[in-house]
């Protein structure tokens, strides 16, 4: 079984989606998370970018033991030297250089010809190779690079000693059979091609990411580059999870493997969901919420005795399971602890209380608190924000005849302070009431809800983005009642936005 690498860009191409906006702490998180789901190699973000950029790719570096965590730089020596200072103290550094090759690239963005193409590659190459024994090299826009030129970079880039070559469909131009006569063609006609690791690196803007990392591996390819849930710039990148699972469930097709542990492929998913604030589609592959749709009845158990009828792949394979034991109002500590064991949650004594204290108030407003639920309030405040405002309480008056009005109560660390205003809506009105509290200025960029669980008492979960200038924060907020979890949300963002203000430098960006 030939092994496949796997290269995740969550963190950079994935954080380039548009409305995401991951700070270090959230950084960190996702990448211990990618540890445990045994990724090889982790693209942590880009240090040219902006000082924040920098010290996030350092922080994470620093956080991680057992993967390969690399910095994105252009063809300039500048970039470089921010990757060094970005990787300090990775036990096992990578620099990714990157050029655009495309005749359209090379005449629109880099005004340089063939030539002098090759010649700022190979430069940059040389310099990176000074000071990392491990070396990417990508060719912008390869998937609309001519053929032979292409081969000629990929040769030199050989040459030059890159232990890595990545051939990206940047654009998501491709398709899967011309995507793979290129790494076939590469294999063929470049001399020495056995010394360097080829990667396949797409875009989804066709909706053909995954068919064409597929065609690649078929082709030769020996690493692959995604990110978890697909996301990424425009139609997102090639999905991680779909790739693992394709080359696991067609094993005998592809004769090829990641080293993924796959039952962590559940949980790294909504920690990127969440973080990120881009939920996943109900019909994701893999991922969504009803790729395995027959699991919740919807399927008669006639149906199911045999479930390989239906079922290509099992639920528990990527990591969820089926829940036997249900909570509720009278469950005791002892369960609750049992339960969180059985999620794969180990938390001390205090964190415990903690989250019990939390159920309990849940289980009086619910019936059945499910897995997912817990899920939900375990996972809400993955990451502690100073909490210059703290929500009290929120009243709302509503009649579809009359003008919504709210009035919050917000704690700030020295006093108490109450607002009413007025709205559009409900959610309006509270943000309005919650905009006098704080005195800040903010844009609502984004507002998004959805529900945790089924049923008319299921809680909801509302993510917001604000901005203030160029600033972005998102905030999360859960409640079983939508307003409640609307305010909470805001307030949260709002944290959040003063506290990322504080550190906030214009960004650059770098595209692939
Ligand atoms: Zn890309």
């Known amino acids: 079984m030939r092994k496949i690498y796997v290269f995740d860009t969550t963190l950079r191409d994935g954080e380039q989606s548009p409305g995401v906006n991951l700070n270090t702490r959230e950084k960190v998180e996702i990448a211990l998370q990618l540890e445990k789901l045994k990724i090889d190699r982790m693209e942590a973000g880009f240090p040219a970018a902006s000082p924040g950029d920098l010290a996030a790719v350092n922080a994470v570096a620093r956080a991680v033991k057992d993967v390969t965590v690399i910095g994105l730089s252009r063809s300039r020596e500048s970039d470089i030297d921010a990757v060094r200072e970005a990787l300090q103290g990775a036990q096992d550094p990578c620099i990714h250089v990157f050029l655009a090759t495309s005749p359209i690239h090379r005449k629109f963005k880099l005004r340089m010809e063939k030539q002098q193409v090759l010649e700022t590659a190979q430069a940059s190459i040389r310099y990176a190779k000074k000071y990392f024994s491990k070396v990417e090299f990508s060719l912008e826009d390869a998937g609309r690079t001519e053929l032979d030129f292409m081969a000629e970079v990929v040769g030199m880039a050989v040459r030059e000693g890159a232990n890595v070559v990545n051939i990206p469909d940047t654009v998501g131009y491709l398709n899967p059979s011309e995507y793979g006569a290129i790494f076939k063609y590469l294999k063929e006609n470049v001399p020495d091609i056995e010394k360097v690791q080829l990667s396949a ?38 999905a991680i999870e779909e790739i693992a699972m394709a080359l696991e469930t067609r094993s005998e097709f592809f004769g090829a493997k990641t080293g993924l542990v796959l039952t962590e492929i559940a949980r790294t998913s909504r920690l990127v969901s969440k973080l990120t604030g881009m939920v996943v589609p109900g019909n994701k592959a893999i991922v969504g919420a009803n790729a395995f749709a027959h699991e919740s009845g919807i399927h008669q158990d006639g149906m199911l005795k045999e479930k390989t009828t239906y079922e ?12 036997k034991l249900v909570l509720g109002k009278h469950s005791g500590r002892h369960a609750f602890r049992e339960k969180l064991l059985d999620l794969g949650y180990e938390l001390s004594e205090e964190q415990v209380n903690d989250a019990f204290a939390k159920f309990k108030v849940l289980a009086d407003k619910k019936k059945e608190v499910s897995d997912e639920d817990l899920l939900a309030l375990l996972e809400e405040k993955l990451i502690d924000t100073p909490e210059v405002f703290k929500l009290e309480t929120i009243f709302v008056a509503y009649g579809n005849e009359s003008t919504p009005t709210a009035r919050v109560r917000i704690a700030t660390v020295d006093q108490t302070i109450e607002e009413e205003a007025e709205g559009n809506g409900s959610v309006d009105a509270i943000y309005n009431a919650i905009d006098k509290v704080t005195g800040e200025e903010v844009t609502l960029a984004d507002y998004s809800i959805k529900s945790v669980t089924h049923g008319k008492d299921a809680q909801g979960e509302v993510h917001v983005v604000l901005s203030q200038n160029d600033v972005a924060a998102q905030g999360r907020g859960l409640s079983t009642d939508i307003l409640e979890a609307s305010a909470r949300a805001y307030v949260d963002a709002v944290n959040v936005l003063i506290e990322k203000r504080k550190t906030f430098s214009r960004r650059e960006r770098a595209t692939l």
């Open 312 to 323: 290509i792949m099992t639920p528990e394979s990527i990591g969820l399971k089926e829940s």
């Open 201 to 238: 690196h797409c875009h989804n803007d066709l909706g053909m990411a995954t068919a064409n990392t597929l065609a690649a591996i078929l082709n030769g390819a020996d690493q692959i580059e995604g990110t978890i849930n697909g996301i990424g710039e425009r139609a997102g990148n090639t």
